[in-house]
């Protein structure tokens, strides 16, 4: 642990990197995957199960933890990681990922956003430093900007706009959050699917010099090999001696790309929200558990795991589960897939350190070319 944030880049193999980010509250090792906890919670997992399956950070929503149980209540109660039993790294997002996705709610203006909550039908208004001052309240260790991120496809103008906005933002939160040792603020690149706009938008924010960088507004309606073009356009922009975040992303394949293009760190709510409706991430790729032809399949998801939902119970078990309906099915599918995701990323690590990482990301497409097993 250390007493300041640090980004130690350890190993470069292509575009892939090996690091580690050391802050007060521990190590992340990089490339990392976050679970995403919106509300506090990683939806139908105990906490001590992620931290077992290899999670050194969680990530909380400031929109959804601010309507309830409300920010200044978390801080009475001692933060956010007392109130939850996580001792370890939080990152918590600005809710500017809001902004887009319940805009039928919320009016934007230069000084913010007012949001009209889903919850209850409240009116709130959220600023850049009221975002880092809940932030704050949160006691979360990685904090992010307030941005506004675009639905993709949009008009260039209309992009454009957002991005600049989303800048202006940025040195607003800077300032906001000041000096804190321990912990640090994250800019978001925008500029949806606009090169020259990506490139603007990160060079304006390195300018801003934070102590890292996430891309935002990609995984929102675009293809894939958009979002790829956009990494390779906007990474090269980002200084290499600081963390690279991907918000919001994604698959194992998303991921496997992204790593290879220089991303350290991810977060996505798929493994768990997939988990939950009955699709299983292995090794030999995806597993609909609802399918037929698991009902009378003694054999288990991977014999090979390490994990007891995806080694210790039977295929025909786990779709009887989830085919009742019953909240065992979504629990033991979610903890299949967070410790594949988690086992991708420490497979990922280990192959940079060996200097292997084109090897095992070759292997890895094959082994998920090739499918689940036969049915019996």
Not at 160 to 181: D, T
Request: charged fraction near 25%.
């Amino acid at each position: 642990m250390s007493e300041t944030f640090q980004f130690n880049l350890k190993k470069v193999e292509g575009g892939a990197r090996l690091g580690e980010i050391t802050m007060p509250r521990g190590t992340i090792r990089t490339p990392a995957f976050m679970p995403v906890g919106t509300v506090g919670t990683v939806k139908a997992m105990y906490l001590d199960q992620v931290r077992e399956s290899g999670a050194d950070i969680i990530l909380g929503n400031t929109y959804h933890l601010m309507l309830r149980p409300g920010a200044e209540r978390v801080a009475r109660l001692g933060g956010l990681h007392e109130l939850i039993r996580w001792p370890h790294p939080i990152l918590t997002d600005s809710g500017g990922f809001q902004v887009m996705s319940l805009s039928g709610l919320r009016k934007l203006d230069e000084q913010g956003v007012t949001f009209k909550s889903h919850v209850d039908g409240s009116t709130h208004h959220m600023s850049p430093e009221r975002s880092i001052e809940i932030q704050g309240l949160l006691d979360s260790d990685i904090q992010m900007q307030l941005d506004e991120c675009v639905a993709l496809p949009a008009e260039p103008k209309e992009i454009e706009r957002a991005m600049e906005m989303s800048l202006r933002w940025a040195e607003r939160c800077r300032i906001a959050f000041g000096e804190q040792p321990g912990k640090a603020m994250f800019g978001i690149v925008q500029g949806g699917d606009v090169p020259a706009l990506r490139v603007r938008s990160a060079e304006g924010l390195k300018q801003l010099d934070l102590k890292g960088y996430a891309v935002g507004g990609l995984a929102v309606g675009e293809p894939q090999q958009v979002m790829l073009e956009m990494l390779d356009i906007t990474l090269p922009v980002l200084p290499t001696e600081k963390p690279r975040y991907l918000m919001g992303v994604g698959t194992p394949d998303d991921i496997l790309k992204s790593v290879a293009r220089g991303i350290d760190m991810f977060d996505c709510v798929m493994p768990t929200r997939s988990g939950r409706h009955g699709l299983a991430f292995t090794r030999r790729g995806k597993v609909n558990i609802r399918n037929a032809r698991h009902a009378e399949d003694t054999r288990p998801l991977d014999e090979e795991s390490t994990c007891p939902a995806a080694r210790d119970y039977s295929r025909a078990y786990l779709h009887h589960l989830v085919r009742s309906n019953e909240a065992l099915g979504g629990m033991l599918l979610s903890w299949n897939n967070l410790h594949y995701y988690q086992q991708l990323m420490q497979g990922i690590r280990k192959s940079i350190e060996e200097g292997r990482f084109r090897d095992f990301y070759a292997e890895t497409l094959e082994n998920w070319a090739q499918g689940d097993i036969p049915p019996r």
